[in-house]
């Protein structure tokens, strides 16, 4: 028998409690949500001709570059070679294209005499089939901008872009994009429609970017810099991907951060998706994996221009359009404020490197912006970092909220259920920022969905300390992944949703305003016959909610008691996500093998009695 008093409401779950946390790993950003489709559009790789594959006599040039910061272009002449002169881009691992739709290519060309040039540009299938062929004139000595619609007439998800010239000559050209026209929201320069909306349906109460390590970057001046990602496209200065060096073995690096998805896209992203943005920046420390050297990192007296990007970018954020970075933000196309409302300083950090750093930061946002929520680092909770130094530094310098991160087995998952009822309710509250279950193989199969369950039936009961909590890393590219498991997995045309990215938005979805008491003979549901449970009010919709994982392998008769319902009929639904296969996992073959199954039904007074699955994720919504 299980009570719940429903009258007796408890601490509030706060409408930030379920959200994401995205990283440009597993080609998450570039190649994956940002929907340009062109590898190294702006030749800026440490090899120019990454991506590309350059016929005839093209070569890299720098001077009298298109944009300052991205200064390298192609040149390209045509003296009536055998093979021609002209470029392929490759895309990421392809370039997926759908006959219905239309898509944008775009660049920047310039000719040396006053001479008008012709290229031929064509979609190409990996048959080799021309499924799209366009002719363009190039007639300005200065650089200018051209662009062409393509309407593909096949379906290809590893298709190429060729570029030939078609009259004699010579002509500079860069920046060659292409985009879908159709991305999420009808954005430009925006994000790939299908995996944008996959992020809106968890109903996300935060967005955390950009990371994460990329935050930290392999040293400092390879971390993220988010005053590179704004402005124009074309002159965001590129960045080595931090997660380039993980498991690649290539000669030349091919994994960077185009910055084409930036700081002012994860914010306009954020408000789409109806979450709160949660930028982190870096502390003035390099990844502590990579380098542990203290002479690697920003010493403590030379802070400064770190800590002005975080004054600076609260006033990106939320500063008058009149104020420097503010106007940036209105000039970039939205001159409202994105009503930013906390910032984390440090990603996974510890020891003294760590506080000695973060101690000055929070002093400075403090004295200028007293209502930002400022959320630091406990560490990597793996492999259990001086956690116990950590946590009473925080309380100490006086953050908000500390980033716990764990990356545990199925067993982890399940003892910690209980870990937050002990927590001091007078220190930081808890971000939990990067969680994901790790089975020993890795994968997204429904026992790390169902442990994961179980575990966050925690997080909400603990609600009153609990602020947050954001699974990790949330997109993967099937052929270009550096970490498993991920919440959603893509590739160039579609994408498939994990059993975790199920229960991440059965939580999202149904997060509710309050927490009830649920209670077995007068302790919380927590592990008790491989049951794990939480309750909450919902008070926008007048509905109970009850989360409850059987992680045993019996189906569970139980019986609810809801005290202080009205008699009468009440109207329920019952959602189950199970799988009678701990090992079962959603594929590209079978992406539908796990998804959640709703049935209606309804209770008489305040009397329960339900059948739980075995192996389920059970949420039961009751009328009030
Ligand atoms: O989520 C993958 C990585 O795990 C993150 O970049 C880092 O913070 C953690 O170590």
Redesign the pocket.
């Known amino acids: 028998l299980i009570k719940m008093d429903v009258d007796k409401i408890g601490p509030t779950i706060q409408p930030t409690m379920y959200g994401v946390?995205f990283?440009d790993?597993n080609f998450g950003a570039d190649g994956g949500l940002y929907a340009e489709l062109i590898k190294n559009r702006s030749f800026e790789f440490e090899y120019p001709f990454t991506g590309w594959t350059p016929f005839g006599d093209v070569s890299i040039r720098s001077d009298k570059p298109c944009f300052d910061r991205n200064p390298l272009y192609a040149r390209l002449i045509n003296r009536k070679q055998l093979t021609g002169t002209g470029l392929i881009n490759e895309g990421f691992k392809g370039i997926g294209i759908k006959t219905n739709e239309k898509y944008d290519l775009s660049f920047y060309a310039r000719t040396l005499k006053n001479e008008t040039m012709k290229l031929k540009i064509e979609m190409v299938s990996d048959k080799n089939d021309i499924i799209e062929s366009k002719e363009v004139s190039i007639n300005s000595k200065p650089w200018n901008k051209y662009m062409i619609t393509f309407a593909p007439m096949q379906t290809c998800s590893k298709s190429s872009i060729r570029i030939t010239m078609l009259t004699t000559g010579v002509l500079d050209i860069e920046h060659i994009s292409l985009f879908p026209q159709e991305t999420f929201n009808n954005r430009s320069n925006g994000l790939r429609k299908d995996l944008a909306m996959a992020l809106k349906d968890l109903k996300p109460g935060v967005f955390r970017f950009p990371?994460?390590?990329?935050v930290e970057g392999t040293d400092l001046s390879t971390r993220y810099q988010w005053k590179n990602t704004i402005g124009p496209v074309e002159n965001r200065p590129i960045n080595i991907n931090r997660w380039n060096y993980t498991f690649s073995h290539k000669k030349f690096p091919d994994y960077y951060q185009s910055y084409g998805l930036g700081f002012y896209e994860y914010f306009v992203l954020s408000e789409d998706i109806g979450a709160e943005p949660l930028p982190v920046l870096n502390c003035g420390l390099s990844c502590q994996?990579e380098n542990i050297d203290p002479n690697q990192n920003c010493p403590v007296d030379k802070l400064e221009p770190y800590i002005e990007d975080a004054l600076d970018l609260i006033e990106f954020a939320n500063g008058p359009i009149t104020s420097t970075w503010g106007k940036i933000r209105a000039d970039m196309g939205h001159p409202a404020p994105f009503n930013l409302k906390m910032i984390a300083i440090g990603?996974?950090q510890w020891g003294t490197l760590y506080t000695e750093r973060l101690e000055p930061f929070v002093k400075a946002i403090r004295a200028k912006y007293p209502n930002i929520k400022i959320i630091g680092s406990s560490g990597?909770q793996a492999e259990g970092k001086d956690f116990d130094f950590l946590w009473p530094e925080m309380k100490r310098i006086g953050v908000d909220l500390v980033d716990e991160?764990y990356?545990r087995s199925p067993e982890w998952f399940l003892s910690n259920a209980n870990r937050y009822d002990s927590y001091d309710r007078n220190g930081p509250k808890v971000f939990a920022g990067?969680y994901a279950c790790h089975a020993p193989d890795k994968e997204n199969s429904f026992l790390t969905a169902l442990s994961e369950a179980a575990f966050m039936t925690g997080l909400e009961r603990n609600a009153d300390v609990v602020h947050l909590c954001t699974y990790?890393?949330l997109f993967a590219h099937k052929e270009a992944w550096q970490?498993r498991p991920d919440l959603i997995w893509f590739d160039n045309l579609s994408f498939v949703k994990t059993p975790n990215y199920y229960v991440q938005q059965l939580f999202g979805n149904n997060a509710g305003t309050h927490v009830l008491a649920l209670t077995k003979n007068g302790k919380a549901v927590s592990g008790q016959q491989n049951l794990y449970a939480t309750a909450a009010s919902d008070a926008t919709d007048n509905t109970l909610i009850i989360k409850i994982a059987n992680t045993g392998i019996d189906q569970k008769k139980i019986s609810f008691i809801l005290e202080g319902l009205k008699a009468g009929i009440h109207a329920v639904t019952l959602t189950h996500l199970n799988s009678s296969d701990l090992n079962a996992k959603n594929s590209f073959e079978t992406p539908d093998l796990i998804t959640p199954k709703v049935v209606h039904s309804e209770i008489n007074d305040n009397k329960m009695d339900i059948a739980l699955p075995p192996l389920s994720f059970t949420i039961l919504r009751i009328a009030r």
Do not use: R, T
Not at 211 to 214: E, F, P, T
């Open positions: 946390f990283e790993i990371g994460g390590c990329i994996y990603n996974e990597p991160h990356y990067e990790a890393p970490w």
